[in-house]
């Protein structure tokens, strides 16, 4: 069974631009959520979403957006990038179903904003 | 507010057991506690997890206090590839959930 994909690995954008990070969840899961991980601030959640519906939301500015598709593949998207936004941008997936649930994570996308 | 609490730092020997300890006093009823690691530059890796009994798999075990109130989760042979930042979390069983990693506890495998 292939893991979590996330694309791009790398990128590197200049303050002001938009960016859209990509993440295609493991076969059967329909629960996909995203977290942003800083040296500062450690591992934060972002958004979850479950069934194409933001099912869950983290203390983040508008700026950052998401959204899944009928394939339950999920695009993530930062507008108006500032410095601060450089890190490492995880995804993960679950069933997003009743029970315990075990999140499989990607390898990320290491965003750089110069 | 996170929920655990978790030393910053702990080192093991390699073929020593390695005891992680973690603090979840406010957890509720029906919150499990999980536990990931974090090898650098890649993403956390599903470890082990429980309600209230103590668990076994093949990667590790999870002691859970009688209150639920702190959890341990023990390597019993440390390997230099066990060097990552572990991660306890609680979380309510499926659907809604924000999980809220903190810092994590950075272990240090040593020959």
């Known amino acids: 069974k292939a893991g979590v994909t996330q694309t791009p690995r790398y990128l590197i954008k200049t303050r002001g631009q938009q960016v859209t990070l990509s993440c295609s969840p493991i076969?059967?899961?329909?629960?996909v959520s995203w977290y942003q991980q800083t040296p500062g601030q450690g591992l934060q959640f972002l958004f979850e979403?479950?069934?194409?519906?933001?099912?869950n939301k983290g203390n983040f500015p508008g700026r950052f957006s998401g959204r899944q598709f009928s394939n339950s593949r999920s695009e993530m998207n930062v507008s108006t990038l500032e410095l601060g936004d450089s890190a490492l941008y995880l995804c993960?997936?679950?069933?997003?179903?009743?029970?315990?649930?075990?999140?499989?994570f990607g390898s990320g996308t290491q965003l750089s904003v110069l | 507010d996170a929920k655990t609490t978790q030393p910053p730092s702990m080192d093991c020997a390699e073929g020593r057991a390695a005891n992680l300890p973690c603090n979840h006093s406010?957890?509720?009823?029906?919150?499990?506690v999980y536990w990931y690691r974090q090898i650098h530059s890649q993403g956390p890796q599903y470890i082990i997890h429980?309600?209230?009994n103590n668990e076994t798999n093949e990667m590790a075990s999870l002691i859970i206090t009688e209150d639920r109130k702190s959890s341990t989760l023990i390597l019993p042979h440390a390997t230099l590839r066990d060097t990552a930042v572990y991660y306890c979390?609680?979380?309510?069983?499926?659907?809604?959930?924000?999980?809220?990693f903190g810092r994590g506890t950075s272990l240090i495998v040593h020959p």
């Open positions: 076969s059967g899961h329909r629960s």
């Open positions: 993960a997936s679950s069933s997003g179903l009743r029970g315990p649930e075990k999140l499989f």
């Open positions: 979403y479950f069934s194409e519906t933001q099912r």
């Open positions: 979390i609680v979380l309510a069983s499926g659907g809604s959930y924000i999980p809220t």
């Open positions: 429980g309600l209230k």
């Open positions: 406010t957890i509720s009823g029906n919150e499990y």
